[in-house]
Structure formats: structure tokens, C-alpha cells
């Protein structure tokens, strides 16, 4: 067995996306966005988002239209948006499904339900937000996904979790 300092399926570098390195380079946060209550609910780890201030402030994110929780997401209008903190790059592999998580991937954090859906504990911030638009349109692979933000909490004192090159920072 052969440890590279790469990672071994990397292409060369002529090979690579040139809009794929672009993004690589910017700095993106993590989050995961999580819809139900109970038993009845999912989410998905979502880094392309942006805030768009406005009456009302709106958040603008591309969405995976194939990702189960987005079913959920059109059914209840509702979501949670939970800015992930330092130490939970695991919770958002267990919901980007790169990692397993036995039980589910809420099994990985403490969470708790509220009126728009599962919120995480330590996040660096929490939004409540509306789906405006239930057929969004396409950009790029994903859907531009627009909702209104009901609700906002930041945590005092936590910084937010990014993601940079394929790491976590």
C-alpha cells in the first residue's frame, strides 16, 4: 500500500474544471439546511448561498434538485438554515451523505425542533426561512432556490465554519 500526499483520483492539472478550481479558491460556508420535525425530517449540507439584505432579507442558494430533502423542503415551505461552527465539518459530511452516519445523519449533533424545522446546538448562527418560489430555475447543476428569512439568531462569540480547497477551516 502506496500514501500519497495527493488525493489519488485528482485529475492532472490540465484535466481539471476551470469554473470547478475557481470555486475552490473562494471561501464558502457551511451549512446544513433542514426541513420536519420528529421522525418526518432531513436536510442537506448546502455552501452555495448568499444573503441578499432587503424588506424582507432573503437568502439565494444553489440547490441539488436530486437530494431527498428537497421533496421535503417543497412539501413544508419551511426550513432551517444552521451556519455550521468549528468542530462540525462532521456534521455536514453525515448530511452531504460523504460520510455514514448509523441512524441517520441526525444522529450526528444535538438537535432540536423548531416551528421551521431541526436546529443544530453550537451552530455559529440559525435562520428560519420560507420557501418563495416552489419550481425554481436551473443555474448551472443546481436549482437557484430563493426564501424569505423569517427568523435570525447568531452566537455570540462563535465563528462560522468554512470550506476552502476541500478543507475545512
Not at 432531513?42 to 421533496?71: H, K, Q, R, Y
Not at 418560489?133 to 426564501?147: I, Y
Request: with cysteine; hydrophobic share 40%; aromatic share 8%.
Amino acid at each position: 500500500m502506496t500514501i500519497h500526499h495527493e488525493h489519488p483520483f485528482l485529475p492532472p492539472p490540465g484535466q481539471r474544471e476551470p469554473a470547478r478550481r475557481l470555486r475552490s479558491l473562494l471561501p464558502s460556508p457551511v451549512s446544513v439546511w433542514a426541513s420536519g420535525s420528529g421522525t418526518h425530517r432531513d436536510g442537506w449540507t448546502i455552501s452555495s448561498m448568499l444573503v441578499a439584505n432587503g424588506e424582507p432579507a432573503e437568502l439565494v442558494a444553489l440547490i441539488d434538485e436530486d437530494c431527498d430533502w428537497w421533496d421535503l423542503f417543497q412539501q413544508t415551505g419551511l426550513a432551517t438554515v444552521n451556519v455550521l461552527g468549528p468542530g462540525q465539518g462532521p456534521v455536514s459530511d453525515a448530511f452531504a451523505r460523504l460520510t455514514p452516519s448509523p441512524g441517520g445523519p441526525f444522529r450526528t449533533g444535538t438537535w432540536s425542533d423548531t416551528e421551521h424545522g431541526p436546529k443544530l446546538a453550537g451552530a455559529a448562527a440559525w435562520a428560519g426561512v420560507s420557501l418563495i418560489t416552489k419550481d425554481p430555475e436551473h443555474s448551472g447543476w443546481g436549482l437557484l432556490v430563493r426564501v424569505r428569512l423569517d427568523w435570525i439568531e447568531v452566537a455570540d462569540g462563535v465563528p462560522a465554519l468554512e470550506h476552502r480547497s476541500g478543507r475545512y477551516l
